[in-house]
């Protein structure tokens, strides 16, 4: 069952730090929606540079980020 | 080659690149004729635009200054080329500008923005140290409230119309500028005629450069306060690369143009006095952090869409006519028959950073959300 991280309409650093803490939690797959580019790449970053793998698929206007161990 | 583009500017190299390229031109702007150690700052012009339209009538700062509508405009040609603009809205808009007022009060008690307080110290202003430490020390107040639970909310995607607000009102500050029109007898529309206000470049020059960096800024996502918030609240060190990169090209810049000079007293629109420097931006970066972006950050938000950046944005434009009206600004340091008399805040300005810090800590404590631990 994978955690599913809300983060739609907030502004940065917010998406980041539930992302953070989903990890924290250490259930994976995380699943991450966010509807702005500047949330996605800054998930996105966040976790390449925590050494996690990071999938992007565009849903309609937003974004759903996939990370896994 | 939209998508290279934008992992690009989403790269490190993006981002220094945005750094380098104010650097480049904020110094260029002031030998072309824009105030010493003020090439650009986003407080000190909005305020000037807050004068030329007589929100307030403090004489020697009203000028309708195109680098801040090229910021708006370029950013939303950005979003637009790479297909991101998108109106959104409804995130707390009434706290967003209080919290944009309490920011220009704190910006005018330092007398700049932290972008003006990086090219002050690029300049040789040392007062700009103890700015850019009241800076950090707000926006460490402020990642505390961030790691405590605090959030505006969601906002929601809306109509495209909406997002287009803020431009549009650039656009039309950018025709008062182009045809000067006289409202009334001594009215508005108000231009300097000495001091920092009477000095600018030339019109389409500080267009272009405004909209050239408002386009590489939106792209990159520069942002100041984002900057000193992401190193400490999750050791990310993205951002800052690119305020480096500002602070030392801009150094440079003002080296082989020869507008240096080292000190702390009699530094061109700047007040050695270093308590209320250091609260005014300690003020500024709490209002910062809290509405998640830098005065110039804001502005490019507003260009892309965000109504809620555009709502603090106004927030600011009317803080700094409450600031001039009331004298709540910092005076700049003056020089009289050689000796150097020392500014800073009145009473009421001193009263109008503790109050307004207050507030701040108030609106952190009280907009946390429940289930946040």
Not at chain 2, 26 to 45: E, S, T, Y
Not at chain 2, 136 to 145: C, K, R
Not at chain 2, 182 to 195: E, H, Y
Request: net charge positive; charged share 15%.
């Amino acid at each position: 069952m994978a955690q599913l991280v809300d983060a739609r309409g907030l502004s940065c650093p917010q998406p980041v730090l539930l992302t953070k803490k989903a990890i924290a939690a250490g259930q994976f797959p995380i699943e991450v929606l966010v509807d702005t580019v500047t949330s996605r790449e800054n998930v996105r970053r966040m976790a390449e540079a925590s050494g996690y793998r990071v999938e992007v698929v565009q849903v309609g206007e937003e974004f759903k980020l996939t990370i896994r161990t | 080659m939209s998508e290279k583009l934008t992992r690009f500017f989403a790269s490190r190299w993006g981002i220094i690149l945005a750094g380098a390229v104010i650097g480049i031109l904020a110094p260029l702007l002031q030998k072309l004729g824009n105030p010493p150690n003020m090439g650009i700052c986003v407080a000190c012009f909005e305020r000037d635009i807050a004068g030329a339209l007589g929100l307030h009538r403090a004489s020697t700062v009203q000028y309708l200054r195109p680098e801040i509508m090229g910021f708006v405009l370029g950013a939303m040609i950005a979003t637009y080329l790479f297909g991101e603009f998108k109106a959104r809205a409804g995130s707390a808009p009434i706290v967003r500008f209080f919290l944009g007022m309490f920011a220009m009060i704190g910006a005018l008690a330092f007398l700049g923005c932290p972008w003006r307080a990086l090219l002050r110290l690029a300049g040789g202003d040392l007062n700009a140290i103890l700015g850019l430490a009241g800076l950090a020390t707000g926006i460490a107040i402020g990642v505390w409230f961030l790691k405590s639970g605090y959030s505006l909310g969601r906002a929601t995607r809306t109509y495209t119309a909406v997002g287009w607000i803020m431009p549009l009102f650039m656009l039309g500050l950018l025709l008062l500028r182009i045809f000067q029109p006289q409202f009334s007898k001594d009215g508005p529309i108000f231009f300097s005629q000495s001091g920092p206000g009477s000095l600018h470049a030339p019109l389409l020059i500080s267009l272009v450069f405004g909209m050239v960096i408002g386009f590489l800024a939106q792209r990159t996502r520069f942002c100041t306060m984002g900057a000193i918030r992401d190193v400490i609240l999750i050791r990310d060190f993205h951002l800052i690369s690119g305020v480096g990169a500002l602070l030392v090209v801009a150094f440079i810049m003002n080296l082989i143009l020869g507008q240096v000079r080292f000190g702390f007293a009699g530094q061109p629109t700047a007040h050695s006095s270093h308590l209320w420097n250091f609260l005014g931006m300690t003020l500024a970066g709490l209002a910062f952090a809290l509405a998640g972006g830098c005065p110039g950050r804001q502005l490019f938000l507003s260009g892309e869409g965000d109504g809620d950046a555009a709502i603090f944005v106004l927030g600011m434009i009317v803080g700094a006519g409450f600031s001039h009206n009331f004298t709540l600004a910092g005076s700049p340091d003056k020089v009289v028959e050689g000796a150097v008399q020392v500014g800073g805040l009145t009473p009421a300005g001193m009263v109008a950073v503790i109050l307004s810090l207050i507030a701040c800590i108030v609106i952190g404590f009280t907009m946390r959300e429940k289930s946040a631990s």
